[in-house]
Structure formats: C-alpha cells, structure tokens
C-alpha cells in the first residue's frame, strides 16, 4: 500500500511562497494522477491542482497563475509551487494518489498558514 507523505508548509506573509513536497513509500510518479486539496477550518475539502501521468494539469480557478503543479519523476516526488500567496490560501494541504479502481491514498497533510 502507498503511502504519499507532504512536506514543505509552514508559516508565511502574504505574497510569500512556499513549495509543497508528496512522495511516498510506494511508487507516487506511475499512479493514474496525482492530486493536491486543501481545507481550511469550517469547510470542505477542495481540489487545488492535479497531475496526471501524462502530464495533464488542472487547476482550481482560484491558485490559476500563482500555483504551479509539476513532478520529478526520478525522485518520486509531486510538487506544489506556490507563489503570491494569500491568507485565504491558508488550509490543510494533502496530497491524494490515485491508481484507478477505487484506489486513492491520502497524505497525512501539511499546514499552511498566510499572515497578512
């Protein structure tokens, strides 16, 4: 069974960066897609950005030009580039691997918090 893992939250001012790490004790890079969510307290779980094997991406309207999804292959690692960011960015940040068939690992999740 995989388990993905983040790293790389933490605390920052507004219009800061930050880049978010999931890797995993399993092979993360040959999953169907690979997808980051966030939640922030009161509300749901909501994607933020995937990638898929082929190097599809989709992104949430909201992170659209500040958020960059990419992956190392060679390092079995899913990035998260995060660029321009804003108190209301402030969430809990898990990384969800698919591998099809109703195969999904999550993440643990990393915390990321934007000061004003």
């Known amino acids: 069974q995989v388990q993905p893992v983040e790293s790389g939250g933490g605390l920052v001012q507004d219009g800061e960066s930050l880049r978010l790490s999931c890797t995993g004790s399993?092979?993360?890079?040959?999953?169907?897609?690979v997808a980051w969510y966030r939640q922030a307290p009161g509300n749901e779980r909501e994607l933020v950005a995937a990638?898929?094997?082929?190097?599809?991406?989709n992104y949430a309207d909201s992170v659209k030009g500040r958020f960059t999804i990419s992956r190392d292959n060679a390092k079995n690692t899913v990035y998260l580039q995060m660029n321009n960011l804003k108190p209301e960015d402030t969430a809990v940040y898990y990384c969800?691997?698919?591998?099809?068939?109703?195969?999904?690992?999550w993440g643990q999740g990393t915390q990321v918090t934007v000061s004003s």
């Open positions: 969800r691997a698919d591998y099809g068939s109703g195969r999904n690992y």
């Open positions: 990638i898929t094997r082929s190097d599809g991406k």
């Open positions: 399993g092979s993360i890079v040959i999953s169907r897609s």
